[in-house]
């Protein structure tokens, strides 16, 4: 297969691009090395993680920026120490991380927690390369991204709904399989967008014995139902809400993306030794709480970033094994403008995928 063709893609050039001003044009990947591998991009999910990054929400962006972290399409060109046995022509994907040292004295990489490494630790857009270069993610033509972190996509599943997995899905499925949800346990997943969703599939996947999805007023109460909860709060809507369902629950995950969370009252959800795992990334501070919230009943409060390789093929074999559909809504690339709008609106229901049609 021929290696000419061309990185192009919507660029963020500052902040006003969250606002629908991308711009389609070509970029420059990092060097081709013999660990790369090139894909052909026919699907990209859009995280709120693009948002933030695309409006300087967390810390000054590196423009021009292609956001784009959840990556499926076909394998173009692939350097001869590619790992995971992958090969031109497989349907493979990249989630959120493209690179971290993977030296053999790395305390992070040795032991299977890549995406907390130190030393190198280059997100698939907005990063920089152990070599300096930057990384440009996936609302593109074409992705490059070491083989360590490219996925082969099993053939149960379909691109559209393999692509967010590889972000959104695998930032609810680590925290969850880490904290033991499964027989036994109550989990509840705060906060009803793309991560969230995820959140309460695999929960149920996982075999939890009750499901709660924790949202602000009662309109996704029906969806969140159908998709697999056995129950549901509104904390807008649902008077004293916290009392009534106070030690309900083992472990929560929260992956709201507002700093306007009613800590205290998540916390009364809690049983004793219960955990709150925060996954969702304000770009404020979060509200005051108050220690004795924990310490009275031996409760733990975490975080957890995104998931390691392992991880992540991991989620894609159990998505694929128990057939697992996330609720995703197709979108042309083409529109890639528009659906950042409406993502910034809160309208997806519960993903945008945008797809390349002339690739796929
Ligand atoms: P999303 O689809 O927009 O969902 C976020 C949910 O947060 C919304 O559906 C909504 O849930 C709730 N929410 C939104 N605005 C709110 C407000 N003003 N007040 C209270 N709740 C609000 O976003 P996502 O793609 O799932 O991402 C969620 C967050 O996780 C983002 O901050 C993203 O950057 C972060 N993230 C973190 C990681 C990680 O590694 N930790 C990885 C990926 C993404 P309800 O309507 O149900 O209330
Ligand atoms: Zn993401
Ligand atoms: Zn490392």
Not at 128 to 133: E, I, L, Q, V
Not at 235 to 244: L, M, N, P, S
Request: charged share 25%; with cysteine.
């Amino acid at each position: 297969m021929s290696n000419d063709y061309k990185f192009e893609g919507w660029l963020g050039l500052d902040k006003d691009a969250v606002e629908g001003k991308m711009q389609w044009k070509e970029f420059e990947p990092k060097p081709f090395t013999e660990d790369d591998v090139d894909i052909k991009i026919t699907h990209c999910g859009i995280c709120s993680s693009d948002i933030h990054v695309l409006r300087s929400g967390w810390f000054p962006t590196q423009y021009p920026c292609c956001v784009g972290h959840e990556i499926v399409g076909r394998a173009v060109r692939v350097g001869n120490k590619a790992e995971r046995g992958i090969k031109v022509g497989d349907r493979v994907g990249v989630g959120a991380q493209a690179a971290s040292c993977l030296k053999p004295d790395c305390e992070e990489c040795t032991s299977g927690l890549e995406q907390y490494c130190t030393n190198v630790n280059c997100s698939t857009y907005n990063g920089n390369f152990a070599d300096g270069s930057k990384s440009y993610g996936g609302y593109a033509t074409y992705n490059r991204t070491p083989s360590h972190f490219v996925f082969k996509i099993p053939d149960a599943l379909d691109s559209a709904d393999a692509a967010p997995m590889l972000c959104g899905g695998v930032t609810v499925y680590s925290p969850l399989k880490k904290n033991g949800a499964g027989p036994g346990k109550r989990v509840g997943i705060v906060g009803v967008g793309g991560l969230g969703h995820f959140g309460i599939l695999f929960a149920k996947a996982l075999g939890c014995d009750k499901v709660v999805g924790i949202s602000r007023s009662n309109q996704k109460r029906d969806d969140v139902l159908k998709l697999g909860a056995d129950e549901y709060i509104s904390i807008d809507e649902d008077k004293d809400w916290a009392t009534k369902h106070a030690r309900t629950l083992d472990l929560i995950v929260c992956t709201v993306s507002s700093p306007k969370l009613p800590l205290m009252d998540y916390m009364q959800l809690l049983r004793t030794n219960g955990k709150f795992v925060q996954v969702g990334a304000p770009e404020d501070i979060l509200p005051d709480f108050n220690a004795l919230a924990f310490i009275g009943k031996g409760a733990t409060f975490g975080g957890s970033l995104i998931g390691a390789p392992h991880e992540i093929e991991e989620m894609l074999q159990l998505a694929a094994d128990k057939k697992i559909k996330p609720w995703i809504e197709q979108r042309p690339m083409k529109e890639a403008n528009e659906a950042v709008v409406d993502m910034v609106d809160g309208k997806a229901r519960y993903r945008y995928c945008l797809v390349n049609e002339e690739s796929k």
